[in-house]
């Protein structure tokens, strides 16, 4: 059995790579798949009628009226950290949580369409780092979709203060992202890391914080907290420039990753890989915006469907003509296909939500489902951040199964599936041991499960 990661990306002073996308891989004697990034949630919001009487492209009879959406964060609970996801704190509800208290039913005044899609996201997440699908990203751009919903939650929230939207944001990440922390951080030391000045980055990830070799599936994943962070941070600036002009606006925030690709490469250092992030996904950032202020709904279907499928092809195939130059056509290895993919997928999402009022209320029929999405709501950003020590410890469990005659005869040791079951239950483990700290964070009485 043999686990490893490669990855590209730029380094700390110390030579260690971090960047987009790492792999590692199961099998008793062999390397296994590769896989790239990963992705976490955020939360829902409520439909604010907005202060403008009509925007470019809108519709000029009656305005739908959408209904009320709410949330409990990636990430995601005031979520939104989370990791969704996917993770990050927002409203209130730290990270993109959500949960009710215990129940089946979802909680008083929650969207259920939105704990939908941030459920699935975290799940595509843990699929694609478990089988490397360059497809994956294509069938359901998981971060592009987190950092929407997050957006929306943050246009709901900043109806507050900003510092105390912030300071809230920040109380509901960081506390799950130390706690995390601890564990990785001893561990590298362990293993011979030597950390330098820039260990202040696991204190707050506006940075990506340093590590070694033998962390690095670890941490690689926060990327994502650092580019949530740095939303939260210019928020109250984006929302009040963007309603100056909504959607002109919305439109040129895909102009940054074309400057990007085509004019000019920010540097290959921490600073220069935050901003090709926060320009990939500033566009689904802003349609948050869009949702939350009921522009989305104004706009005209056959306006909003032939720009959608614009952007779609776009970035499909730049993707796809751009292959043999990236070596794949996975979107998170290539910022200007993801930017433009992410846009179209969740401006349809997104646009049908605001226009057809889909809800997914029916959900609670079904118990069960309906209780799975509230635990991954819940704890968004404790399955974003530990999934993948789950997939890496799953693969020396498993390969302890060769040493049982009756497990080697018996079960498919050897396959991809069998390492994502493990690595399911494995993540259903640090639920329950570590979950409780996204409550300690958003000021509720710590359960195992919500």
């Known amino acids: 059995m043999s686990w490893g990661a490669g990855q590209q990306g730029h380094g700390d002073e110390e030579g260690h790579g971090y960047g987009y996308g790492h792999g590692y891989g199961y099998g008793h004697g062999e390397q296994g798949q590769a896989y790239g990034r990963p992705q976490p949630y955020p939360p829902p919001q409520q439909y604010a009628q907005p202060p403008y009487a009509s925007y470019p492209y809108a519709d000029r009879g009656p305005a739908v009226a959408a209904p009320a959406e709410t949330t409990a964060p990636l990430p995601a609970v005031e979520p939104e950290p ?5 993770a990050g704190p927002e409203a209130d509800a730290g990270p993109e949580t959500g949960a009710g208290p215990g129940a089946a039913a979802p909680a008083a005044g929650r969207d259920r369409y939105f704990d939908t899609l941030r459920a699935v996201a975290l799940v595509r997440v843990v699929t694609y780092h478990t089988f490397g699908w360059a497809w994956a990203g294509m069938v359901f751009p998981s971060m592009g979709i987190m950092f929407g ?15 105390k939207v912030i300071r809230s944001r920040l109380r509901r990440l960081l506390p799950p992202f130390w706690f995390w922390g601890a564990f990785v ?91 090709l992030d926060l320009a990939t996904y500033l566009f689904c950032w802003l349609l948050g915006f869009a ?12 306006a909003v469907t032939a720009l959608s499928l614009a952007a779609l092809a776009y970035g499909g195939w730049y993707a796809l003509a751009h292959r043999a130059e990236y070596g794949t056509y996975d979107l998170d290895d290539i910022p200007l296909a ?60 498993i390969d302890l199964c060769w040493e049982v005659p009756a497990f080697e005869a018996y079960l498919p040791l050897d396959s991809q599936w069998f390492l994502f079951g493990v690595g399911w239950v494995l993540i259903a483990v640090f639920v329950l041991a570590c979950g409780w700290v996204e409550d300690v964070a958003a000021r509720k009485r710590p359960r195992l499960l919500p």
């Not at 989370?82 to 996917?86: E, F, K, M, Q």
């Not at 929306?152 to 510092?163: E, G, I, Q």
């Not at 925030?253 to 000019?264: G, H, K, R, T």
């Open 338 to 397: 993801q930017a433009f993919w992410s846009a179209g997928f969740v401006t349809l999402l997104m646009y049908a939500k605001a226009r057809l009022g889909i809800d997914f209320a029916g959900l609670t029929r079904f118990r069960r489902l309906d209780r799975i999405v509230t635990v991954f709501n819940a704890r968004a950003v404790t399955v974003y951040l530990w999934h993948e020590i789950a997939l890496a410890l799953a693969v020396p469990l």
């Open 185 to 275: 951080v001893v561990a590298m030391l362990v293993h011979g890391w030597m950390p330098g000045r820039q260990i202040v980055y696991w204190i707050v990830p506006l940075g990506d914080p340093p590590g070694n070799a033998w962390g690095e599936q670890a941490w690689e994943v926060l990327w994502y907290l650092r580019t949530y962070l740095w939303f939260v941070l210019l928020s109250p600036l984006l929302l009040r420039v963007f309603r100056t002009a909504p959607v002109p606006v919305l439109l040129l925030s895909l102009a940054p990753i074309a400057v990007f690709q085509y004019v000019w490469q920010p540097p290959d250092d921490r600073f220069g890989a935050a901003l």
């Open 149 to 163: 919903l997050a957006g929306t939650l943050m246009a709901k929230s900043l109806r507050r203060p900003a510092p």
């Open 291 to 302: 949702h939350h202020d009921g522009v989305l709904q104004r706009l005209k279907p056959a």
């Open 82 to 86: 989370g990791p969704t996801a996917d």
